[in-house]
């Protein structure tokens, strides 16, 4: 659905939505017995604090003036959404229904919702942005229609200033964001592929937003499994773990041995007693087994680092191992002061009433530990030592209850205090769906095995390069550039523009088509709009707005600029939601509007074509803040 519809829903079922998207989201409250709501329907006070604000919430604001003027005792939020139909007008106020039956047998109650609507209109404050006096529509919604003159003030005082004054600006500035995490060893498939870019979305995002987002990579780099590794390791060569060779081990090898050495774990009864006490060995720190550890671990960040560099994604990796340290320590403590018990000869926490639900186990009855323990040692750091105010794990959903009792337990420990601010920390686990084949089932090989990612970015930029060498002749590095910029960005579009919790189908041959809503439609879009600019031969034409105005006046350049006029709207329902798509839906909405504009619009050699340039101009550099915080590159011809 695009973000225009959405917008336009009444506020009770958005809050259904986005508490149904969020099923392991808290916002956690001083009080010990305190009810945890998903955190969209706790009042912990809105996560968005604008210094120019959206459009949305400049309405928001006058709307709350009257209704404090009209009816001072209601104490109720405005509801401001876009129209469904830009013919009644562009927003619409839709509180007069709910208010009236909140006033309906007290004393001078309004007769019916419209006259609450009339008493709403009649306080309405003055505001520069409103064509004309509101509306009423059936039994009390109160359309507003935007002046076109503001319009085209607002985008021009954007072109002169940057699109980074349009930026939202959080209440947390702290944000701690734990994506990708693959295993060592471990080659990446397409089922990290969900939790990379969505996580790198939310990320850049967040930090256009103003935020200081540290991205964290939670490798899977310590446990078991590495004991029949280095064993396997020790017994594969000559020289044991101490053979040259395994310097230079690469990824690929390395989870061929880990499968073998695994198939070996389970059917060789003394191989496996001496990878446990490799494992052993491994714990205890020693040096052999430690560098042989650490080689396996470079081996596997040189295959995820190469994968990364291909999707431009940032990341800090702080692995299992970081936190092995803390963990008896944190169980110590947890018992001593009472958070944890013994039960079964296992240390717990109950998270909920015993009858319930299993308890969250910080160390097993063989005095091991679990990813429970490496989890609540992580937030406690990531609470305490890295001073997150916001916690974000992006993960599939099936990890949905493990976060829930993760976040319950570092709730019952008292990790989770109140902030400077006096606000509380929130903490989010972020799912998502799977990566189905065209056959609706999960993505696989034939042999039944997951796909490897860099499998499915080598073949959609193979595929790219046959499509630009139709169209252009260019160097061989230039089309290796642009088949890597335009397949990488296909891939991505394609997941993100999908709700994160569904399951969506990874169908190459639709992803890199020029048709519909895929990244390359948009990226020729952007090459179209950087080609008129070519056309007029102007080389700077945001410099214009500093001694040109834009004129709104035909239907489709009012049509375009309110959709720029909206971005910052999109990137509010992305971080109230933590949706990516909130942002792929306005920017297809955005190229069609282009479309639609340019189609009726002539730009160059007409008498507006410094205005229409400016337009122009201002659809190109939003399309670039959404291809950016995408995680995409724009192409600028093709």
Not at 510 to 528: E, K, P, W
Request: with cysteine; proline share 5%.
């Amino acid at each position: 659905m695009a973000a225009s519809k959405a917008a336009a829903k009444p506020k009770e079922k958005q809050l259904r939505q986005k508490a149904a998207a969020a099923p392991t989201t808290m916002k956690a409250a001083p009080p010990k017995d305190t009810v945890l709501l998903p955190a969209r329907l706790q009042a912990d006070g809105a996560e968005l604090a604008q210094s120019v604000p959206s459009l949305r919430a400049e309405l928001t604001e006058v709307f709350r003036q009257a209704l404090e003027t009209a009816y001072p005792s209601a104490n109720i939020e405005p509801v401001v959404a876009q129209t469904n139909e830009p013919k009644f007008g562009d927003y619409q106020c839709n509180n007069a229904m709910a208010l009236f039956g909140q006033l309906k047998g007290k004393p001078d109650a309004p007769k019916n919702p419209r006259a609450v609507a009339e008493a709403i209109v009649a306080a309405l404050p003055s505001a520069e942005y409103l064509a004309d006096p509101p509306t009423l529509a059936g039994p009390g919604f109160i359309n507003t229609k935007i002046s076109s003159r503001w319009l085209g003030t607002r985008i021009q005082n954007m072109l002169r200033n940057g699109i980074c004054s349009w930026a939202p600006r959080l209440n947390r500035t702290r944000v701690v964001i734990d994506f990708s995490s693959p295993n060592v060893a471990k080659e990446m498939h397409v089922g990290h592929l969900r939790s990379t870019i969505i996580g790198d979305t939310l990320a850049r995002t967040l930090e256009f937003c103003g935020a200081d987002v540290l991205r964290l990579n939670h490798v899977g780099d310590w446990g078991t499994q590495f004991g029949m590794l280095i064993q396997f390791l020790a017994e594969a060569g000559p020289g044991g773990l101490t053979d040259p060779a395994i310097a230079d081990l690469e990824l690929p090898q390395l989870q061929g041995m880990y499968k073998a050495s695994k198939k070996r774990f389970d059917e060789d009864a003394e191989f496996k007693e001496r990878a446990r006490k490799a494992v052993t060995m491994l714990q205890r720190g020693d040096a052999e087994v430690i560098t042989a550890w650490e080689r396996i671990c470079e081996a596997s960040r040189k295959g995820y680092q190469a994968v990364y560099a291909r999707l431009g994604v940032r990341l800090k990796e702080r692995g299992e191992s970081f936190y092995n340290p803390m963990l008896p320590g944190l169980v110590q403590m947890l018992m001593e002061q009472g958070v944890a018990e013994e039960s079964e000869g296992a240390k717990v926490i109950f998270v909920k009433d015993k009858e319930k639900g299993p308890p969250l186990i910080v160390q097993k009855s063989d005095g091991g530990f679990g990813y429970a323990t490496t989890d609540m040692a992580a937030i406690r750091h990531r609470l305490q030592d890295e001073k997150g105010e916001w916690l974000i794990y992006v993960t599939d959903m099936g990890q949905a209850p493990h976060f829930e009792a993760i976040f319950a337990g570092a709730q019952k420990a008292g990790f989770i205090k109140p902030l400077p601010s006096g606000r509380m920390p929130r903490l989010d686990h972020i799912g998502f769906g799977v990566v189905l084949g065209e056959d609706g089932k999960r993505i696989a090989t034939r042999s039944g095995e997951s796909v490897r990612l860099v499998e499915l970015l080598d073949e959609a930029k193979l595929k790219c390069k046959g499509t630009i060498s139709e169209r252009r002749q260019i160097s061989e590095e230039e089309l290796d550039k642009s088949s890597g910029i335009m397949g990488y960005a296909a891939v991505k579009y394609a997941d993100l523009k999908n709700n994160r919790t569904t399951n969506y189908k990874f169908m190459l041959d639709d992803m890199l088509s020029l048709q519909g809503n895929t990244a390359v439609y948009l990226l020729y879009a952007h090459a179209r709009i950087a080609a008129i600019g070519r056309k007029a031969g102007i080389e700077n034409i945001a410099s214009l707005a500093d001694d040109h105005s834009i004129e709104v006046d035909h239907e489709k350049e009012r049509a375009l600029a309110m959709h720029v006029v909206r971005f910052p709207e999109a990137v509010e329902a992305a971080v109230e939601e933590l949706m990516p798509n909130r942002i792929t839906d306005y920017l297809y909405d955005l190229s069609e509007k282009f479309n639609g504009f340019y189609t009726e619009c002539h730009v160059v050699g007409d008498k507006q074509q410094t205005s229409r340039l400016l337009l122009c101009e201002a659809t190109a550099v939003v399309m670039r803040q959404c291809f950016d915080l995408l995680g995409m590159t724009p192409m600028y011809q093709i």
